[in-house]
């Protein structure tokens, strides 16, 4: 089994600044392209940004400009910078990613449990 376990996530104030990690452990042969997601209260979930194992981002254009989306390889593990929050940044942030485990011929995803970030103004 693999697991992602996203930290971070907390009370910040409009214009101020937070980075979330998601780390995969588990049966990991190889963590391929890895991203974040988040779902603000009501709505649906929506892509924020996603990164390929050899670090190529791209970014939903909501977040272009403020977010940056960066990794560790060594660590199978995914950040996001965020900058100059928003309140419309208020969501739970979920880490996904497609890994190749051992003894299986194909890659799976997988999601994280989501951490909660919640600007106020």
């Known amino acids: 089994q693999v697991q992602l376990v996203e930290s971070g996530g907390d009370l910040v104030q409009v214009g101020g600044s937070l980075r979330l990690s998601c780390t995969a452990s588990g049966n990991i042969y190889r963590v391929n392209d890895m991203g974040w997601y988040r779902q603000a209260p009501g709505k649906q979930r929506e892509l924020v940004a996603t990164?390929?194992?050899?670090?190529?981002?791209n970014y939903a254009d909501s977040v272009k400009g403020r977010f940056t989306i960066s990794r560790d390889n060594n660590k199978n593990t995914v950040y996001l910078q965020i900058n100059s929050l928003k309140p419309e940044d208020t969501a739970v942030y979920y880490c996904?990613?497609?890994?190749?485990?051992?003894?299986?011929?194909?890659?799976?995803?997988?999601w994280g449990q989501g951490t909660k970030v919640t600007v106020s103004s």
């Open positions: 990164i390929t194992r050899d670090g190529s981002p």
């Open positions: 996904n990613a497609n890994v190749s485990r051992h003894g299986y011929n194909y890659e799976k995803n997988f």
